[in-house]
């Protein structure tokens, strides 16, 4: 690692502070999230394990919920491990590309939960606004389609953000970052050069993503609501609504938390920094520990084969 006027050119090794104001408690702030990681893998597991075992369920609703797990595992392991290495082990370096790696898969993933929230408006959509034609449309083709074109989008669109950090960053102030995993914005204001080329970039991608996507998806559930609330009988708009509501749960915990640690960590120069952290660990672990529990609770098909599970292991 050299050393240029104060400023370390291409640094090797980063250290991750974990929670900053918080380093003394971060043992205990590990427990929780520990469990919900736990809660996340085992959720997430059963449900690609029914979705797989049932074939009633091979229809791409549930294909894309299985889609959403894999997603889910994923993203929640990329930072979890690290995460409780800081808080109980004390192993806060990480090599300079190991960082940019967890910052890829961390920003892509996310994406990619969100393309696969508006598939699933999508396939709703259409399944209730021209449910004659919704086999037609949403076929096991368009369904592949659909899955791999929102992780190939992720990964195409942050992609740039990382090749700028690694081409264009060469001297940083600090190797200290003041997080508890290698996010975009905290990696780039370490840096000793211009950023403003990295923070415009930041922005155009989080805006194509998420705000093409909360657009679509927004849109699919106004003409959910329109055409559920026009069919004549109360059973059949009950059993219209039942088949979006834990959509509709999970796409607002997504985008409200998201939404909530950007606009703090952007505008909310008042706000103490270890809030900051924690709102951006909380928008990364909460969604894959919600999720199964929602989809649990709130779809029948997931929630029968459970409890059908659950009986099969009592003894006789």
């Known amino acids: 690692m050299l050393i240029f006027n104060g ?4 640094p090797s090794v980063l250290t991750l502070v974990g929670i900053p104001g918080l380093e003394s408690v971060q043992c205990w702030i590990g427990i929780p999230f520990c469990v919900m990681y736990i809660i996340a893998l085992i959720g997430n597991s059963l449900i690609l394990v029914i979705i797989k ?8 609703m549930y294909i894309f919920l299985a889609i959403l797990a894999v997603t889910d595992i994923a993203l929640s392991t990329c930072i979890l ?6 808080f109980w082990f004390h192993m806060p370096q990480m090599s300079f590309d190991a960082c940019l790696l967890q910052m890829e898969l961390i920003h892509s993933f996310q ?3 969100s393309g696969i929230l508006l598939a699933m408006a999508l396939d709703r959509y259409v399944a209730i606004c021209n449910p004659l034609r919704h086999a037609t449309i949403f076929s096991p083709q368009l369904t592949t389609y659909l899955g791999a074109g929102a992780l190939i989008r992720a990964f195409i669109l942050v992609s740039p953000s990382i090749l700028l950090i690694k081409c264009r960053l060469k001297y940083y102030r600090t ?3 003041s997080h508890s995993y290698c996010e975009h914005m905290a990696i780039v204001k370490l840096a000793a050069e211009d950023i403003r080329i990295n923070k415009v970039c930041g922005l155009l991608v989080a805006f194509a993503i998420l705000g093409f996507d909360i657009v679509f998806i927004t849109f699919s559930y106004v003409r959910i609501f329109i055409t559920v609330f026009q069919l004549p009988q109360k059973e059949a708009r009950l ?10 749960c999970v796409f607002l915990q997504f985008y409200l938390l998201g939404f909530f640690s950007f606009f703090t960590h952007r505008f909310g120069a008042h706000i103490p920094s270890y809030v900051h952290i924690l709102l951006s660990d909380l928008y990364l672990l909460v969604p894959p ?3 199964p529990i929602v989809y649990g609770v709130k779809t029948k098909q997931i929630r029968d084969q459970v409890l059908k599970m659950l009986n099969s292991k009592k003894p006789l």
Do not use: D
């Open 53 to 60: 075992s049932e074939k009633s369920l091979h229809i791409p």
């Open 175 to 177: 190797t200290i970052v």
């Open 7 to 10: 400023s370390v050119f291409m």
């Open 81 to 86: 491990p690290k995460m409780l290495g800081i």
């Open 289 to 291: 520990f919600l999720n």
């Open 239 to 248: 059993k219209a609504f039942n088949t979006c509501i834990a959509h509709i």
């Open 111 to 113: 994406a990619t939960e």
